[in-house]
């Protein structure tokens, strides 16, 4: 999307079963205001490790043209698997109840 562009990243690339690992996106814009989104979702190969995040104080959902903005999830993997991320989307929802959601594939080789 050139409206933000996404990366995706784990924070090493492998881990044993139990060891922490953190999940970055890093969302970048060239819009001159402030983007704000409503609600961030990461779907991976293995469901249970999904994550929905809706805008709060824990997780800052602004993206500015200041500088890229990371997000980070701690993940603890649970048994042997190879996971990956898959899919990002940002949703961003509108005054009179529609909606903007954008979506990325993620690159397969980008797993655990």
């Known amino acids: ?11 090493r690339a492998t881990v044993r ?13 060239q819009c001159p205001k402030p983007v704000q989104f409503d609600q961030l979702e990461v779907l991976f190969s293995e469901t249970r490790y999904n994550i929905c995040h809706k805008a709060d104080e824990e997780i800052d959902l602004v993206v500015t043209c200041t500088g890229p903005s990371t997000v980070i999830f701690p993940l603890s993997i649970h048994h042997a698997t190879l996971l990956r991320c898959t899919e990002v989307r940002l949703r961003m929802q509108g005054k009179g109840g529609g909606g903007l959601t954008l979506a990325w594939k993620v690159d397969v080789d980008r797993g655990l």
């Open 1 to 11: 999307h050139p409206f933000v562009s996404l990366k995706v990243y784990f924070s």
């Open 17 to 29: 079963v139990y060891e922490p690992i953190e999940l970055r996106l890093c969302l970048e814009t």
